[in-house]
């Protein structure tokens, strides 16, 4: 499974962005697409996360209300709307697949790429 993600950038505080992420296919491993981050000096840590057949979402307390994350499943594209951005969600941000729903990075089997975002202040 290879996935491609896309849509990072340097914003300022307040702006908002869309990320995208398309899946090469959908296996028993994809079940759930995830987006996770991963911020200078810190570990890798979980952003949200959904059920490709839809009715499950998850979200990390620090993005609720202001991430949204959904998918196409005709296009195999998962896609995160980053609105009210702070400085502090400045990462790399990565796409990647789960057999399970889980908020650990460690669950994930398949990683794309990751997107820089940078949020100025």
């Known amino acids: 499974v290879q996935l491609q993600a896309s849509g990072g950038g340097l914003v300022q505080a307040g702006d908002s962005l869309r990320l995208s992420c398309v899946a090469s296919?959908?296996?028993?491993?994809?079940?759930?697409m995830g987006w996770l981050r991963q911020a200078p000096g810190k570990d890798r840590e979980f952003v949200a996360t959904?059920?490709?057949?839809?009715?499950?979402?998850s979200y990390a307390d620090s993005v609720k209300g202001r991430f949204t994350i959904s998918r196409d499943k005709v296009k195999n594209a998962v896609f995160l709307q980053m609105n009210s951005l702070k400085p502090e969600d400045t990462a790399v941000y990565y796409c990647?697949?789960?057999?399970?729903?889980?908020?650990?990075?460690?669950?994930?089997?398949?990683w794309g790429r990751g997107t820089l975002v940078t949020v100025s202040s």
């Open positions: 990647a697949s789960s057999p399970r729903l889980s908020t650990r990075h460690t669950d994930y089997t398949y």
């Open positions: 296919e959908r296996t028993a491993t994809t079940y759930y």
């Open positions: 959904i059920y490709w057949s839809g009715g499950v979402l």
